[in-house]
């Protein structure tokens, strides 16, 4: 992690990575990790999503994978922070686990080599 959002005594802040297990406020405070919530490292709108797109996923499932993947809407509300849980609805009877992983990249580039890619990213 090289920025993030977190809420810390009622407010939303952007932190930047400090050193062992800490983040700093654009203020310069440096704060312990377990004392602060984590929040999506962006602020959503309507995410685009695709479901069934991967071949091995679908026979996972026993489905056929379909010829064209199915697409579907989520909400604001279906990002959660870094060390978040998330809760089974009480009348679901089937959940399947899936986890989506999110890069945020900060810089521009072009034939970035392997040992230099994390330079890119943002958080």
């Keep these: 992690m090289k920025r993030a959002r977190i809420s810390y005594q ?3 802040h952007a932190v930047t990575q400090a ?10 405070r440096l704060l312990q990790e ?5 929040l ?3 602020v959503a709108g309507t995410v685009f ?3 069934l797109n991967y071949a091995d996923h679908a026979k996972e499932l026993a489905f056929k994978a379909p010829e064209v993947p ?3 809407l989520k909400g604001p509300n279906a990002l959660v922070g870094h060390r978040a ?10 959940m399947h686990y899936e986890c989506e992983l999110a890069v945020v990249i900060g ?8 040992e230099n890619a994390m330079e890119l990213v943002a958080g």
Excluded: C, I, N
């Design 10 to 12: 009622g407010a939303v």
């Design 70 to 72: 199915l697409v579907f």
């Design 34 to 38: 377990s004392e602060v919530q984590w």
């Design 49 to 51: 999503a695709l479901g």
């Design 40 to 42: 999506p490292p962006v």
């Design 107 to 114: 810089k521009t580039g072009y034939q970035v080599s392997k």
């Design 19 to 28: 050193a062992s297990g800490r983040v700093r406020l654009a203020d310069g």
């Design 85 to 94: 849980q998330t809760r089974r609805p009480a009348d679901a009877t089937y």
